[in-house]
């Protein structure tokens, strides 16, 4: 089983950045992709970017343009670095990381964006 650490999110305001990282406890092991998801108050949870093994990356379109993310693939960690945060961006964010059919999910990180 892997498990998924994520870094400690915050209260940022509006305009402001805010890099997350997630790291696996599983290392010297390849994940197909790994990335982030976000699920505001009353939605569902949304896809936010990934990033596969091979550094493609896909991001949500309300994103683009302000988060970028990355992999350090030695130390099977990704990162979401956000910038030009806004109000709507408040919500929990989870890491995800997948290999074959397989799935982790780390603990939701609380991202509040208010002034």
């Known amino acids: 089983q892997v498990q998924l650490v994520v870094s400690v999110g915050g209260l940022v305001q509006p305009g402001g950045s805010l890099r997350l990282s997630c790291a696996a406890s599983r290392t010297f092991f390849r994940f197909d992709a790994m990335g982030w998801y976000r699920q505001a108050p009353g939605k569902q949870r949304e896809l936010v970017a990934l990033?596969?093994?091979?550094?493609?990356?896909d991001y949500a379109d309300f994103v683009k343009g302000r988060f970028t993310v990355s992999r350090d693939n030695a130390k099977e960690t990704v990162y979401l670095q956000m910038n030009s945060l806004e109000p709507e961006d408040t919500a929990v964010y989870y890491c995800t990381a997948r290999w074959g059919s397989s799935a982790s999910w780390g603990q939701g990180t609380q991202v509040t964006v208010s002034s």
């Open positions: 990033v596969t093994s091979s550094n493609n990356k």
